[in-house]
Protein backbone atom coordinates (compact mmCIF):
# COMPACT_ATOMS: atom_id res chain seq x y z
CA UNK A 1 0.00 0.00 0.00
CA UNK A 2 2.92 2.71 0.59
CA UNK A 3 4.19 1.80 -2.66
CA UNK A 4 0.54 2.59 -4.32
CA UNK A 5 0.38 5.34 -2.40
CA UNK A 6 3.69 6.82 -3.71
CA UNK A 7 3.01 6.10 -7.19
CA UNK A 8 -0.20 7.80 -6.73
CA UNK A 9 -2.01 4.90 -7.86
CA UNK A 10 -5.42 7.29 -8.01
CA UNK A 11 -3.89 9.61 -10.49
CA UNK A 12 -2.76 6.93 -12.95
CA UNK A 13 -5.74 5.26 -13.01
CA UNK A 14 -7.25 8.16 -14.44
CA UNK A 15 -4.22 8.67 -16.85
CA UNK A 16 -4.36 5.36 -17.79
CA UNK A 17 -8.81 5.93 -18.28
CA UNK A 18 -8.42 9.08 -19.68
CA UNK A 19 -5.93 7.15 -22.66
CA UNK A 20 -8.27 4.09 -22.71
CA UNK A 21 -11.15 6.61 -23.61
CA UNK A 22 -9.08 8.53 -26.31
CA UNK A 23 -7.99 5.37 -28.04
CA UNK A 24 -11.52 3.68 -27.88
CA UNK A 25 -13.65 6.64 -28.41
CA UNK A 26 -11.58 8.55 -31.40
CA UNK A 27 -9.45 6.26 -32.80
CA UNK A 28 -10.30 2.16 -32.59
CA UNK A 29 -13.32 1.80 -34.62
CA UNK A 30 -15.46 -2.00 -35.10
CA UNK A 31 -15.61 -0.86 -38.69
CA UNK A 32 -12.46 -0.83 -39.64
CA UNK A 33 -10.59 -4.11 -40.00
CA UNK A 34 -7.32 -2.29 -39.19
CA UNK A 35 -8.69 -0.40 -35.78
CA UNK A 36 -9.39 -3.94 -34.50
CA UNK A 37 -5.38 -4.18 -34.28
CA UNK A 38 -4.79 -0.82 -32.81
CA UNK A 39 -4.84 -2.89 -28.72
CA UNK A 40 -1.80 -4.31 -29.63
CA UNK A 41 -0.03 -0.91 -29.93
CA UNK A 42 -2.49 1.12 -27.40
CA UNK A 43 -1.29 -1.12 -24.01
CA UNK A 44 2.42 -0.86 -24.19
CA UNK A 45 1.86 3.04 -24.79
CA UNK A 46 -0.72 3.39 -22.53
CA UNK A 47 1.68 1.08 -19.88
CA UNK A 48 4.59 3.53 -21.10
CA UNK A 49 3.03 6.54 -20.00
CA UNK A 50 1.86 5.26 -16.94
CA UNK A 51 5.71 3.74 -15.91
CA UNK A 52 6.93 6.74 -16.49
CA UNK A 53 4.32 9.26 -14.37
CA UNK A 54 5.13 6.86 -11.58
CA UNK A 55 8.66 7.21 -12.20
CA UNK A 56 8.04 11.35 -11.94
CA UNK A 57 6.21 10.93 -8.51
CA UNK A 58 8.74 8.80 -7.07
CA UNK A 59 11.30 11.61 -8.14
CA UNK A 60 9.30 14.16 -7.10
CA UNK A 61 8.91 13.00 -3.76
CA UNK A 62 12.59 12.11 -3.22
CA UNK A 63 13.48 15.73 -3.91
CA UNK A 64 10.38 17.14 -1.92
CA UNK A 65 10.62 14.75 1.32
CA UNK A 66 11.24 18.38 3.50
CA UNK A 67 8.52 19.89 2.07
CA UNK A 68 6.33 17.23 2.00
CA UNK A 69 7.63 16.77 6.16
CA UNK A 70 5.77 20.26 6.73
CA UNK A 71 2.94 20.38 4.48
CA UNK A 72 2.07 16.64 4.97
CA UNK A 73 3.80 14.47 7.41
CA UNK A 74 1.23 11.83 8.28
CA UNK A 75 1.56 11.35 3.94
CA UNK A 76 5.30 10.65 3.82
CA UNK A 77 6.28 7.32 2.74
CA UNK A 78 9.58 7.72 1.46
CA UNK A 79 12.64 7.32 4.13
CA UNK A 80 10.27 6.37 6.63
CA UNK A 81 8.52 3.72 5.18
CA UNK A 82 10.40 3.11 1.49
CA UNK A 83 14.48 3.39 1.67
CA UNK A 84 15.38 5.97 -0.55
CA UNK A 85 18.23 4.18 -2.07
CA UNK A 86 15.20 1.47 -3.28
CA UNK A 87 12.92 4.75 -4.57
CA UNK A 88 15.62 5.76 -7.20
CA UNK A 89 16.13 2.27 -7.84
CA UNK A 90 12.66 2.24 -9.12
CA UNK A 91 12.58 5.63 -10.84
CA UNK A 92 15.35 4.07 -12.71
CA UNK A 93 13.34 0.72 -13.60
CA UNK A 94 10.12 2.17 -14.33
CA UNK A 95 11.78 4.88 -16.68
CA UNK A 96 13.93 2.04 -18.20
CA UNK A 97 10.72 -0.34 -18.79
CA UNK A 98 8.91 2.22 -20.26
CA UNK A 99 11.47 3.28 -22.91
CA UNK A 100 11.84 -0.34 -23.61
CA UNK A 101 7.89 -0.82 -24.22
CA UNK A 102 7.44 1.95 -26.88
CA UNK A 103 10.83 1.19 -29.03
CA UNK A 104 9.51 -1.86 -30.87
CA UNK A 105 6.56 -0.08 -32.00
CA UNK A 106 8.75 2.60 -33.34
CA UNK A 107 11.06 0.26 -34.56
CA UNK A 108 8.29 -2.05 -36.45
CA UNK A 109 7.19 1.78 -38.27
CA UNK A 110 10.29 2.70 -38.92
CA UNK A 111 9.80 5.93 -36.94
CA UNK A 112 13.33 5.53 -34.80
CA UNK A 113 12.22 9.30 -33.19
CA UNK A 114 9.32 8.51 -31.35
CA UNK A 115 10.67 7.44 -28.43
CA UNK A 116 12.11 10.78 -28.32
CA UNK A 117 8.84 11.85 -26.65
CA UNK A 118 8.80 9.68 -23.91
CA UNK A 119 12.51 10.55 -23.58
CA UNK A 120 11.87 14.71 -23.51
CA UNK A 121 8.99 13.69 -20.57
CA UNK A 122 11.46 11.93 -18.44
CA UNK A 123 14.28 14.62 -18.89
CA UNK A 124 11.45 17.03 -18.03
CA UNK A 125 10.20 15.11 -15.18
CA UNK A 126 13.35 15.09 -13.73
CA UNK A 127 14.37 18.80 -13.79
CA UNK A 128 10.50 19.62 -13.19
CA UNK A 129 11.48 17.71 -9.48
CA UNK A 130 14.79 19.65 -9.31
CA UNK A 131 14.67 22.97 -10.47
CA UNK A 132 11.06 24.10 -12.14
CA UNK A 133 8.91 23.42 -9.12
CA UNK A 134 10.90 25.99 -7.38
CA UNK A 135 10.15 28.81 -10.27
CA UNK A 136 7.67 30.91 -10.81
CA UNK A 137 4.85 29.32 -12.82
CA UNK A 138 7.48 27.22 -15.31
CA UNK A 139 6.97 24.20 -13.29
CA UNK A 140 3.34 24.57 -13.33
CA UNK A 141 3.17 25.18 -17.15
CA UNK A 142 5.45 22.05 -17.28
CA UNK A 143 3.17 19.91 -15.75
CA UNK A 144 -0.36 20.63 -17.96
CA UNK A 145 1.98 20.40 -20.94
CA UNK A 146 2.88 16.54 -20.24
CA UNK A 147 -0.28 16.04 -18.79
CA UNK A 148 -2.10 16.92 -22.55
CA UNK A 149 0.93 14.76 -23.97
CA UNK A 150 -0.87 12.06 -22.37
CA UNK A 151 -3.57 12.58 -24.83
CA UNK A 152 -1.54 13.98 -28.02
CA UNK A 153 0.78 10.65 -27.26
CA UNK A 154 -1.43 8.42 -28.89
CA UNK A 155 -1.57 10.32 -31.83
CA UNK A 156 1.87 10.41 -32.89
CA UNK A 157 2.70 6.18 -31.94
CA UNK A 158 -1.18 4.94 -32.85
CA UNK A 159 -0.82 3.65 -36.41
CA UNK A 160 -4.39 2.71 -36.95
CA UNK A 161 -5.33 6.63 -36.67
CA UNK A 162 -3.94 6.94 -40.11
CA UNK A 163 -5.27 4.03 -41.19
CA UNK A 164 -8.84 4.84 -39.72
CA UNK A 165 -8.43 8.51 -41.41
CA UNK A 166 -7.63 6.66 -44.75
CA UNK A 167 -10.35 3.90 -44.50
CA UNK A 168 -13.24 5.38 -43.01
CA UNK A 169 -16.02 6.50 -45.77
CA UNK A 170 -18.03 7.93 -42.88
CA UNK A 171 -15.47 10.47 -42.18
CA UNK A 172 -17.16 12.64 -44.63
CA UNK A 173 -20.83 12.75 -43.56
CA UNK A 174 -22.49 15.42 -43.13
CA UNK A 175 -24.27 13.76 -39.64
CA UNK A 176 -20.85 13.52 -37.57
CA UNK A 177 -21.19 16.41 -35.08
CA UNK A 178 -17.48 16.59 -34.64
CA UNK A 179 -14.28 15.86 -36.49
CA UNK A 180 -12.25 12.87 -34.00
CA UNK A 181 -9.16 15.46 -34.89
CA UNK A 182 -10.87 18.27 -33.13
CA UNK A 183 -11.60 16.37 -30.27
CA UNK A 184 -7.91 15.39 -29.73
CA UNK A 185 -7.31 19.06 -29.67
CA UNK A 186 -10.51 20.44 -27.70
CA UNK A 187 -9.34 17.42 -24.67
CA UNK A 188 -5.63 18.00 -24.91
CA UNK A 189 -6.71 21.79 -24.25
CA UNK A 190 -9.16 21.41 -21.70
CA UNK A 191 -6.50 18.70 -20.05
CA UNK A 192 -3.61 21.66 -20.06
CA UNK A 193 -5.74 24.57 -18.84
CA UNK A 194 -7.35 22.49 -15.93
CA UNK A 195 -3.99 20.89 -14.73
CA UNK A 196 -2.55 24.64 -14.73
CA UNK A 197 -4.90 25.58 -12.67
CA UNK A 198 -5.06 23.35 -10.26
CA UNK A 199 -1.09 22.85 -10.47
CA UNK A 200 -1.18 26.55 -9.02
CA UNK A 201 -4.08 25.64 -6.39
CA UNK A 202 -1.65 22.87 -4.84
CA UNK A 203 1.13 25.52 -4.58
CA UNK A 204 -1.38 27.59 -2.29
CA UNK A 205 -2.44 24.50 -0.51
CA UNK A 206 1.56 24.35 0.21
CA UNK A 207 2.89 27.34 -0.05
CA UNK A 208 3.99 26.75 3.85
CA UNK A 209 6.27 24.21 3.27
CA UNK A 210 7.51 25.36 -0.44
CA UNK A 211 8.54 28.83 1.18
CA UNK A 212 10.54 26.77 4.11
CA UNK A 213 12.67 25.76 1.28
CA UNK A 214 12.78 28.67 -0.76
CA UNK A 215 10.67 27.86 -3.39
CA UNK A 216 9.48 30.83 -5.62
CA UNK A 217 5.96 29.64 -6.72
CA UNK A 218 3.10 31.67 -7.66
CA UNK A 219 1.79 31.78 -4.06
CA UNK A 220 4.73 32.65 -2.47
CA UNK A 221 5.78 35.78 -4.77
CA UNK A 222 2.40 37.24 -5.82
CA UNK A 223 0.37 35.74 -2.69
CA UNK A 224 -2.77 33.66 -2.66
CA UNK A 225 -5.23 35.74 -3.30
CA UNK A 226 -3.06 37.37 -6.86
CA UNK A 227 -3.08 33.57 -7.14
CA UNK A 228 -6.76 32.66 -6.81
CA UNK A 229 -7.51 35.41 -8.85
CA UNK A 230 -5.55 34.28 -11.91
CA UNK A 231 -6.95 30.65 -11.78
CA UNK A 232 -10.03 32.34 -11.64
CA UNK A 233 -8.79 34.15 -15.04
CA UNK A 234 -7.75 31.01 -16.77
CA UNK A 235 -10.99 29.02 -15.60
CA UNK A 236 -12.79 32.16 -17.54
CA UNK A 237 -10.69 31.34 -20.62
CA UNK A 238 -11.56 27.53 -20.70
CA UNK A 239 -15.36 28.55 -20.12
CA UNK A 240 -15.74 31.18 -23.00
CA UNK A 241 -13.96 28.42 -24.95
CA UNK A 242 -15.82 25.53 -24.14
CA UNK A 243 -19.39 27.97 -24.47
CA UNK A 244 -18.00 27.98 -27.90
CA UNK A 245 -17.49 24.54 -28.26
CA UNK A 246 -21.29 24.14 -27.34
CA UNK A 247 -22.91 26.31 -29.09
CA UNK A 248 -21.08 24.60 -32.38
CA UNK A 249 -22.34 21.66 -30.91
CA UNK A 250 -26.03 22.48 -30.91
CA UNK A 251 -25.25 23.90 -34.61
CA UNK A 252 -24.40 20.57 -35.76
CA UNK A 253 -27.44 18.61 -33.92
CA UNK A 254 -25.26 17.29 -31.13
CA UNK A 255 -27.43 17.98 -28.48
CA UNK A 256 -26.82 15.03 -26.21
CA UNK A 257 -22.99 16.52 -25.92
CA UNK A 258 -23.89 20.01 -26.10
CA UNK A 259 -26.09 19.21 -22.86
CA UNK A 260 -23.72 17.27 -21.00
CA UNK A 261 -21.05 19.78 -21.51
CA UNK A 262 -23.29 22.20 -20.15
CA UNK A 263 -24.85 20.00 -17.37
CA UNK A 264 -21.07 18.18 -16.17
CA UNK A 265 -17.87 20.46 -17.19
CA UNK A 266 -19.54 24.30 -17.73
CA UNK A 267 -21.90 24.98 -14.67
CA UNK A 268 -19.24 23.33 -12.22
CA UNK A 269 -16.16 24.85 -13.80
CA UNK A 270 -18.33 28.16 -13.27
CA UNK A 271 -19.42 27.53 -9.82
CA UNK A 272 -15.59 26.59 -8.87
CA UNK A 273 -14.48 30.12 -10.30
CA UNK A 274 -16.35 31.81 -7.66
CA UNK A 275 -15.61 29.48 -5.05
CA UNK A 276 -12.01 29.52 -5.19
CA UNK A 277 -11.97 32.93 -3.91
CA UNK A 278 -14.10 32.58 -0.89
CA UNK A 279 -11.60 31.62 1.89
CA UNK A 280 -7.48 31.60 1.82
CA UNK A 281 -7.10 28.67 4.01
CA UNK A 282 -4.68 25.52 2.85
CA UNK A 283 -8.38 23.14 3.69
CA UNK A 284 -10.44 25.38 1.33
CA UNK A 285 -7.45 24.79 -1.72
CA UNK A 286 -7.45 21.77 -0.83
CA UNK A 287 -10.97 21.04 -1.02
CA UNK A 288 -11.10 23.15 -4.45
CA UNK A 289 -8.26 21.17 -5.80
CA UNK A 290 -10.21 18.15 -5.64
CA UNK A 291 -13.37 19.79 -7.19
CA UNK A 292 -11.32 20.65 -10.04
CA UNK A 293 -10.08 16.79 -10.34
CA UNK A 294 -13.79 15.81 -10.37
CA UNK A 295 -14.45 18.64 -12.63
CA UNK A 296 -11.88 16.86 -15.11
CA UNK A 297 -12.98 13.35 -14.95
CA UNK A 298 -16.22 14.98 -15.71
CA UNK A 299 -14.84 16.41 -18.77
CA UNK A 300 -12.81 12.81 -19.28
CA UNK A 301 -16.32 10.61 -19.08
CA UNK A 302 -17.71 13.16 -22.05
CA UNK A 303 -15.98 10.61 -24.79
CA UNK A 304 -18.09 8.33 -23.60
CA UNK A 305 -21.15 10.87 -24.70
CA UNK A 306 -19.57 11.85 -27.96
CA UNK A 307 -18.78 7.83 -28.71
CA UNK A 308 -22.55 6.60 -28.04
CA UNK A 309 -23.99 10.14 -30.35
CA UNK A 310 -21.78 9.25 -33.14
CA UNK A 311 -23.01 5.40 -33.14
CA UNK A 312 -26.31 6.29 -33.09
CA UNK A 313 -26.14 9.02 -35.90
CA UNK A 314 -24.54 6.38 -37.93
CA UNK A 315 -26.91 3.59 -36.94
Sequence with gaps: MNWLRLIRYK?????FFTQLLVWYCLIYDSRNFWGGWA????????????????????????????IDLINRPDKVVLDKKIPLRLAIIAHVG????????VMPIAIRNHHYEWPLVQL????????????????????????????????????IYEPSLRMYYKMCWWRNDTHQSIDPKWMFAGFAYFAFMLTLMREVVKDMEDYIGDAEEG???????????????????IGGITIVTLALITYYLFLQGNRILGIYTIGFVL?????????????????????????????????????????????????
Excluded at 47 to 66: E, R, V, W
Excluded at 94 to 101: K, P, Q, Y
Design 11 to 15: NLLIV
Design 120 to 155: ACIILLWFYSTHFKRRFLTGNIVIAALTALTVVVLL
Design 215 to 233: CVTMPIKKGLQYSARFVQT
Design 39 to 66: IIDFLPIALSTLLIAAAGYIINDYFDIK
Design 267 to 315: FPLTWWCFFIIKKNTVQHYHTASKWLKIIMVSGIASLVVYHFTNLTTHA
Design 94 to 101: FNIIAMAL
